[in-house]
């Protein structure tokens, strides 16, 4: 039997895997208008996975990762500035 769990946690998984496709192909696309239509499409299936992932919590059947600590953050974040700013002066 299915249970509603399991269902859930495919329903997230799906609109995960679904996001990130939809974001490869919006990268691939040349036409703009197609390009705009596939990231709004994009967004509304990023909308959805985080309400299955909220609803998934509220039933415990998903407990994400604790939030990383602020040093962490804060140290990624100088790292990946930098690292623009670097790429953008190539």
């Known amino acids: ?7 859930t946690l ?6 995960k895997t679904g996001t990130v496709a939809l974001t490869q192909a919006a990268t691939e696309i040349s036409n703009t208008a197609l390009r705009q239509a596939i990231l709004q499409i994009r967004n509304q299936c990023e909308q959805s996975q985080q309400l299955i992932g909220q609803y998934a919590q509220t ?3 998903y407990i994400p990762a604790p939030p990383a600590p602020n040093q ?3 140290t990624i974040n100088q790292f990946l500035e ?6 953008a002066t190539v």
Not at 10 to 15: A, G, N, S
Not at 82 to 87: A, F, G, K, V
């Open 59 to 61: 039933k415990n059947f």
């Open 10 to 15: 495919d329903l997230l998984k799906i609109t």
């Open 82 to 87: 930098q690292s623009i700013s670097q790429t």
């Open 1 to 7: 039997m299915y249970t509603d769990r399991e269902m």
């Open 72 to 74: 962490d953050i804060s």
